[in-house]
């Protein structure tokens, strides 16, 4: 069984930074692109950043400028640094793994951002 697991989240005040994390068995981490999805209460779940095993980066357009998506090869961790928190980014946050080993998915961690 594939685990993906997150840390990081949390509550903050708007306008606050947070970094989140995501731990992947080395088997899939590197060959798979890593990425970071979002599902706030009653909406479906929307992807916020990908990176490719090449280092290409992918954002939603609502968080370009303000989230950073890395990866740590020798940790097999993909973070998320979320800087200038909204009050909209309040959701749960999903890591995903996606390529030649599958599709996987985190348990999910909780992102609050107060007003």
């Known amino acids: 069984q594939v685990q993906l697991v997150e840390s990081g989240g949390g509550l903050v005040q708007a306008g606050g930074s947070l970094r989140l994390s995501c731990a992947a068995p080395?088997?899939?981490?590197?060959?798979?692109?890593m990425g970071w999805y979002r599902q706030a209460p009653g909406k479906q779940r929307d992807l916020v950043a990908v990176l490719s095993r090449g280092g290409r980066t992918n954002y939603a357009d609502s968080v370009k400028g303000r989230f950073t998506i890395s990866r740590d090869n020798a940790k097999n961790t993909v973070y998320l640094q979320m800087n200038s928190l909204k009050p909209e980014d309040t959701a749960v946050y999903y890591c995903?793994?996606?390529?030649?080993?599958?599709?996987?998915w985190g348990k999910g961690t909780l992102v609050t951002v107060s007003s």
């Open positions: 080395g088997s899939i981490f590197n060959l798979n692109a």
């Open positions: 995903n793994s996606d390529g030649p080993r599958g599709t996987y």
